[in-house]
Structure formats: structure tokens, C-alpha cells
T-cell receptor
Framework: SQQGEEDPQALSIQEGENATMNCSYKTSINNLQWYRQNSGRGLVHLILIRSNEREKHSGRLRVTLDTSKKSSSLLITASRAADTASYFCATVVSGANSKLTFGKGITLSVRP | KAGVTQTPRYLIKTRGQQVTLSCSPISGHRSVSWYQQTPGQGLQFLFEYFSETQRNKGNFPGRFSGRQFSNSRSEMNVSTLELGDSALYLC?????????????FGAGTRLSVL
């Protein structure tokens, strides 16, 4: 089963609005990462947040992490049509032989 | 600096055939990971190589195999192809072998099995 589960599965907003995407996971993590994928292309790393961090910012992106609830959120402020893509959270579980485990992704559509 | 390069971009094969996909990581990156992406299963981890050694393996049958060369380039092979192997295969590289590092993805190879 997936370690990370994103919510909602699809999101449609108007340009200029904020987009909030959520991710829940099941086991203790070392870090959590968010990636973006444009249609049928490779993934692009957006931001990494470590288990001892609560919030990180990068440009129009804000990520929060609540380890007690095993959840994270990605906020994109002032969205643009170019933000239309699929967004994935990926977790790195604590321990040896750790690997990135991806959720199934959120499809974000930003209407111009 | 050049990104991760995957070749070929598209492949069409028939059931029972075998296929080899290639991945050239970013210069200086020694870790290469492979993923299979399908609409139904999402992104599934196949395996990870570091310094020519397989460090981690996902839950895929033995028909899926890989290797890494001394220049960090990697290949994955799928033998006796099945219809369900149709997918986008993604390669990612990172500096170290621990997945805590940020992964840089190639554009992928889209494999269609007929």
C-alpha cells in the first residue's frame, strides 16, 4: 500500500487563488518531499521538509509538517496557469535502506 | 549541467519480447533509482543502484532487472514482456545512495506492450 496518500485527488481553481494539498502517511519518516509532474513528463523536486521541521517556504510554496498527525500540506499561493500539473508527496521512512515512497498524486488545474 | 537523460523516449514492443532502457545520471551523481508509473498503481519503486551495487529493491518480479556501470550510467531490462508492463519508466539520480537526498528525474521512457 502507499505510504503517502494525497487529498484531494483533484483540485480545480481560478488563477490567482491559493491551492492547498494535503498528504498523510503511516509510519515515522526521516523527511517528506513534494514533487511536481507536468503531463507525461518526469518529476521535478519542489521542497523537502525534515521530520524535525514544522514549516518551510520556497517562493510561492509553503509546506507544513505535523508529525503527531502524520500529515503534511502544500500551499501554492497566487496560483498561475503554469502551476497546472500533478503534485506528489514522497516520504523517506526512518531506518536503513530507506527509499522514496510516493503517493498517487493530486491533479491541480488552474483556470486562466 | 546536463540533466538526467533517458533513452529511448518511446518504445513499442510485443508480449514475450524483452527491452532495455538506459539512463545517464547528472554528472557527479552516483545513485540511480528506477520507478514504474501507471495510472492504476501510481509511482512504484523498482530498484536503486549506487557504485554499481544494487542497494534497494522494490516488489517486482525477477523479470525486472538492472545494472549500473562504472560511469554511473544505468540500464534496466524487462524480459518476457506482459501487457501490464506498459508504463512510463522513470529514472532518477541523486548525489548519495540514501534516498534522503533530493532526486532528479529524467523525462522517462514510455513503454507500450502490444
Amino acid at each position: 500500500s502507499q505510504q503517502g496518500e494525497e487529498d484531494p485527488q483533484a483540485l480545480s481553481i481560478q488563477e490567482g487563488e491559493n491551492a492547498t494539498m494535503n498528504c498523510s502517511y503511516k509510519t515515522s519518516i526521516n523527511n517528506l518531499q513534494w514533487y511536481r509532474q507536468n503531463s507525461g513528463r518526469g518529476l521535478v523536486h519542489l521542497i523537502l521538509i525534515r521530520s524535525n521541521e514544522r514549516e518551510k517556504h520556497s517562493g510561492r510554496l509553503r509546506v507544513t509538517l505535523d508529525t503527531s498527525k502524520k500529515s503534511s500540506s502544500l500551499l501554492i499561493t497566487a496560483s498561475r496557469a503554469a502551476d497546472t500539473a500533478s503534485y506528489f508527496c514522497a516520504t523517506v521512512v526512518s531506518g536503513a535502506n530507506s527509499k522514496l515512497t510516493f503517493g498517487k498524486g493530486i491533479t491541480l488545474s488552474v483556470r486562466p | 549541467k546536463a540533466g538526467v537523460t533517458q533513452t529511448p523516449r518511446y518504445l513499442i514492443k510485443t508480449r514475450g519480447q524483452q527491452v532495455t532502457l538506459s539512463c545517464s545520471p547528472i554528472s557527479g551523481h552516483r545513485s540511480v533509482s528506477w520507478y514504474q508509473q501507471t495510472p492504476g498503481q501510481g509511482l512504484q519503486f523498482l530498484f536503486e543502484y549506487f557504485s554499481e551495487t544494487q542497494r534497494n529493491k522494490g516488489n517486482f518480479p525477477g523479470r525486472f532487472s538492472g545494472r549500473q556501470f562504472s560511469n554511473s550510467r544505468s540500464e534496466m531490462n524487462v524480459s518476457t514482456l506482459e501487457l501490464g508492463d506498459s508504463a512510463l519508466y522513470l529514472c532518477a539520480s541523486s548525489r548519495g545512495w540514501e534516498a534522503k537526498n533530493i532526486q532528479y528525474f529524467g523525462a522517462g521512457t514510455r513503454l507500450s506492450v502490444l
